[in-house]
């Protein structure tokens, strides 16, 4: 603060007045707005350095000298004034935020050493000159008075205060089920300080949560619904609009020197209002005591009971927890790479607490992702994945996750749809809140042939997350196979839209124009996905197979070359290609690549049922061979 700019000023813009000596804020019609101590230190600040970005590091230290707090605290401040100046979301008529570097206050601003401007002239006001004459009350006496005035408007305002929080507690506490807060979204934690970030324990944090609060009294969003807010920069408030939820949970987390710092704010959505705040620095040993205590805090003030799931605990070793945030953090990219890095961490994990059955999950899904996502060989990973789902079943026996783990594997690789549906119904049966075990337990009675239970299943998983891309797409392909193609195509269309890059809903869309025979629109849809995926070869055979149909055999052939040259390198399914070739009229052909699908134990197979490309097929004998000894008959 330079010598003029102290804070006996004044400052004016846009008809407010920041007056430093009284520490207030005036609205253009002289009125005082409320604002908290430290929001009028960042605001006063910010208008004496108007015209100049501010970083956040040195607005932290001027604000909070000699005191760490996270960034959150910043960006809730900021939040609050500019609320009080009136300035909607993203308008910057006040304070730009200036990306990667901190804020700047854009409004014109000019300045006064006296604050004239308050005072209101009558018309009748005497002449200023003519006071000079008027006789002094006594300085000490009239600071008395002030005082005075002042103690007992303090009063008034506690006691007021006091009160009206005793009405609202108890006319709030009365009912637990009044309903006021149903829904909550447990926000990525954020770094405390700049600089020395760990964005897995942050990810691991937010799920370890999410686990815990999950329950039938509260709908609690999942994790994949709410990694894209795990910037520092998010505005929680926006995150829990953007999610459709009445509160968030947002925090910050950091380790250094065997000590673990956390910080957590439970805010309802549709004021912005804290319900309930807390920190925690302990030994890192103890981070688990932390989050059982955030979990029993937050119910609290939310007045629900703990959920079962709150009282989990599946590992007391920091460093196998630790390890697992990490693979979970890769391995929920479904990037092959990505995937592999994941594996490497849950096996860590596994070695240094062996008892970890959470682990084994993860390592199971993991190796099905491979598969599913990546192309792996089934014959090499999928048994690997079972193994790890049966030995976290052995090891914990009421793990929700471990059964729904082993049902998929039962459906997708050992074709056992009795034990699949067996398994599926044992992981809902512990944990009716899972929104994906619903949306894959529809997915194998689709597949199977029951589409009016499928269609039923699916909406009750989305009945818990509707947010979820996975879960929308997944109903947009049950509507298809069920010959509800209209429907289909409105649900997917409106996946793709929320997220172009979503290359699921470019697939799943591109069945529906083919049973339409809308050929282009079928072939666009999957270039979209191939591209997005770099070459996914079930999108390549995809778009071979609507070209065949349209009778543009010189370009299938250049895909089906394409494919081949795939195969030298990775694995490529023959469950593919077969469609391409019965799209050209070699049912010989496909029928053999479909032989040699069923003996690789190929997971798309579990489409031969339902699967409208298969159609013209269904009255072959070696077709109807196929289906009874993939026991689907």
Not at 88 to 96: C, L, P, Q, S, V
Not at 506 to 511: A, E, P, Y
Not at 622 to 628: A, P, T, V
Request: some cysteine; glycine content about 6%; aromatic content about 8%.
């Amino acid at each position: 603060m330079t010598a003029t700019q102290t804070a006996d000023s004044v400052y004016v813009f846009d008809g407010f007045r920041l007056d430093g000596a009284k520490r207030l804020l005036f609205d253009p019609a002289a009125a005082p707005l409320p604002l908290m101590p430290k929001a009028f230190d960042i605001l006063f600040y910010l208008v004496t350095n108007s015209g100049r970005v501010v970083g956040k590091d040195e607005l932290m230290s001027a604000v909070w000298p000699d005191t760490i707090v996270e960034e959150n605290n910043l960006t809730q401040n900021i939040s609050a004034i500019r609320r009080i100046l009136g300035e909607k979301h993203g308008e910057n008529r006040f304070i730009a935020t200036i990306p990667g570097r901190g804020y700047k206050f854009v409004a014109k601003v000019e300045q006064s050493m006296c604050d004239a401007t308050f005072s209101r002239v009558d018309e009748d006001e005497p002449n200023p000159a003519a006071e000079l004459d008027r006789p002094r009350p006594d300085v000490g006496q009239f600071e008395n008075r002030i005082r005075r005035f002042w103690l007992l408007t303090i009063g008034l305002v506690v006691l007021v205060g006091m009160v009206s929080i005793a009405i609202l507690w108890r006319t709030e506490g009365t009912n637990p089920t009044n309903g006021q807060i149903g829904s909550i979204a447990v926000l990525p934690f954020k770094p405390i300080t700049r600089g020395n970030r760990d964005e897995a324990l942050e990810m691991g944090m937010a799920d370890t949560l999410i686990s815990k609060l999950s329950g039938d009294r509260l709908k609690v969003r999942p994790l994949a619904a709410v990694r894209r807010f795990a910037s520092p920069e998010q505005d929680p408030v926006e995150a829990g609009r953007q999610l459709g939820v009445e509160a968030v949970l947002d925090g910050g987390v950091q380790i250094a020197s065997n000590r673990v710092r956390i910080s957590a704010k439970l805010i309802r959505v549709s004021d912005g209002r804290q319900i309930w705040a807390g920190q925690f620095d302990e030994q890192l040993t103890d981070i688990f005591a932390v989050q059982d205590s955030i979990s029993e805090r937050v119910t609290a003030a939310l007045r629900l009971p703990l959920s079962n799931q709150s009282k989990r605990t599946y590992t007391q070793n920091v460093e196998a927890y630790q390890l697992f945030v990490k693979g979970k953090f890769h391995s929920s990219k479904l990037i092959l790479p990505e995937v592999q890095q994941g594996i490497s961490y849950y096996q860590q994990a596994i070695a240094v607490d062996p008892s970890y059955a959470l682990a084994y999950v993860e390592l199971s899904n993991a190796y099905r992702a491979m598969v599913l996502t990546n192309e792996a060989s089934p014959g090499e990973l999928m048994p690997k994945a079972r193994a790890a789902a049966e030995k976290a079943i052995e090891l914990d026996s009421e793990l929700a996750a471990g059964w729904a783990a082993l049902a998929s594997c039962n459906f997708w690789y050992d074709w056992d749809w009795h034990s699949a549906e067996e398994h599926f119904k044992k992981s809902l049966a512990l944990d009716p809140s899972n929104a994906q075990a619903h949306a894959f337990y529809a997915h194998f009675l689709s597949n199977t042939g029951r589409h009016d239970e499928a269609i039923a299943e699916i909406k009750r998983a989305r009945q818990i997350d509707p947010l979820d891309l996975l879960i929308n797409a997944i109903e947009g392909q049950i509507l298809c196979f069920a010959g509800r193609n209209d429907e289909s195509i409105t649900a997917l269309q409106a996946v793709t839209l929320t997220d172009p890059n979503f290359w699921l809903g470019h697939l799943f869309i591109s069945r529906d124009y083919i049973k339409k025979e809308l050929w282009d629109d079928a072939i666009a849809a999957a270039v979209k996905a191939k591209d997005i995926t770099a070459g996914n070869s079930e999108a390549t055979g995809t778009i071979a197979f609507a070209l065949a149909k349209s009778a543009r055999r010189s370009e299938v052939q250049k895909l089906l070359a394409e494919l081949d040259t795939r195969a030298r390198s990775r694995f490529v399914p023959s469950y593919t290609t077969a469609q391409v070739y019965l799209a050209m009229g070699e049912r010989s052909r496909a029928l053999e690549l479909l032989d040699k699908a069923f003996a690789q134990r190929e997971p798309l197979m579990v489409f031969l049922k339902v699967e409208p490309k298969w159609d013209e097929l269904r009255n072959e004998s070696r077709f109807i061979n196929l289906i009874k000894r993939m026991n689907f008959d």
